[in-house]
C-alpha cells in the first residue's frame, strides 16, 4: 500500500513538473512581460489567449510589486536611470482597453507601461486580423494617445500596417518603419525611442532600418529577459496568456516560461 502511495506521489510530481517547470534555472536580467487585450470580452476570435481579463491582470501587477519589482516604460528600464529592480508591461496593437481596461489598474499602482503602435490604425480597427477570422476591435484615437503618453505611457512603433517584415523588400521595410516613425514623430512631437516587430518576426535587414529610422530598442517575442549583452535590437520578452495562472506568472516573472 505505501509502495502505492509513493507511486502515486511521484507521479503527480511528475505531472507538476511538465505543467509548471519551476525547475528551470532562474534568469536574469530584465522581464519585459508582452500583452495585447486586457478584457473579459472574447468575441468569438480564434486566438482566446491573447485576452487576458481585468481580475487576472490586476493580481499580476500585485505579484510583480511584491516581488518588488518597478513598472516602468522599455526605455527607462534599459537606461541608467533604471530603478533598481525594473520589469516592463508593454502591450502590442494599441487597442483601445488599454485605455479602459489596463491603464487605470497600473495608474493605480504608480505603475507605467508601453504601448507599441500601428499607426495608420490608430483610431481605427485591428484591420490586418479581420482575414484570419478575428472581431474587429478599436484602436486608441490620436487625443487618447496624446493624452496617456501626457499621463507617463510610454508609445512606441509596431509598423503602419502590422506587416511580417521579413516578407518585404527595402522600399516596403522603410515605408512600414520609417514611415512609422514619421507618424510617430508627427504625433507626438519628438520621434518614438522603442519598436516592436509584428509577430516578433524580424531579420538583421529589419533590426538594421529599426536603427536606421531612429529607434533605439526593439523587442522580440523570444522568451527571455533582457540584459546587459542583450542586442538593443533583439529583446526578448514573456507572453502572458489568458490560461496563465498565479503560479504560472511567478515562474514566467523568474524563469521567462512556465511550461514545456
Request: charged share 25%.
Amino acid at each position: 500500500m505505501q509502495g502505492l502511495i509513493w507511486t502515486a506521489a511521484a507521479l503527480a510530481g511528475l505531472g507538476f513538473s511538465a505543467r509548471y517547470t519551476w525547475w528551470r534555472p532562474a534568469l536574469k536580467g530584465v522581464p519585459i512581460f508582452m500583452y495585447h487585450h486586457i478584457t473579459d470580452e472574447l468575441n468569438g476570435t480564434p486566438l482566446p489567449k491573447l485576452r487576458v481579463s481585468p481580475r487576472c491582470f490586476a493580481r499580476q501587477l500585485d505579484i510583480i510589486q511584491k516581488a518588488g519589482f518597478q513598472a516602468v516604460t522599455l526605455s527607462r528600464a534599459l537606461s541608467a536611470d533604471a530603478p533598481a529592480k525594473p520589469c516592463v508591461i508593454s502591450f502590442d496593437d494599441g487597442y483601445d482597453n488599454f485605455l479602459t481596461n489596463a491603464w487605470p489598474l497600473l495608474k493605480k499602482r504608480g505603475m507605467s507601461a508601453t504601448v507599441f503602435l500601428v499607426t495608420k490604425e490608430i483610431g481605427g480597427s485591428n484591420r490586418w486580423d479581420l482575414g484570419k477570422g478575428e472581431p474587429q476591435e478599436a484602436m486608441l484615437s490620436r487625443e487618447q494617445v496624446l493624452d496617456l503618453a501626457d499621463q507617463g505611457v510610454e508609445f512606441g512603433g509596431h509598423t503602419r500596417d502590422h506587416l511580417n517584415l521579413t516578407t518585404l523588400d527595402e522600399a516596403e521595410l522603410a515605408e512600414q518603419i520609417k514611415g512609422c516613425q514619421k507618424d510617430l514623430t508627427r504625433l507626438l512631437g519628438s520621434p518614438a525611442r522603442v519598436f516592436s516587430y509584428p509577430f516578433g518576426a524580424y531579420n538583421q535587414k529589419a533590426a538594421d532600418m529599426a536603427r536606421e529610422a531612429g529607434f533605439d530598442l526593439a523587442c522580440t517575442t523570444r522568451p527571455g529577459k533582457a540584459g546587459s549583452a542583450t542586442p538593443p535590437f533583439e529583446l526578448p520578452r514573456i507572453i502572458v496568456k489568458r490560461a496563465d495562472d498565479s503560479l504560472d506568472f511567478r515562474i514566467k516573472l523568474s524563469r521567462a516560461k512556465s511550461r514545456l
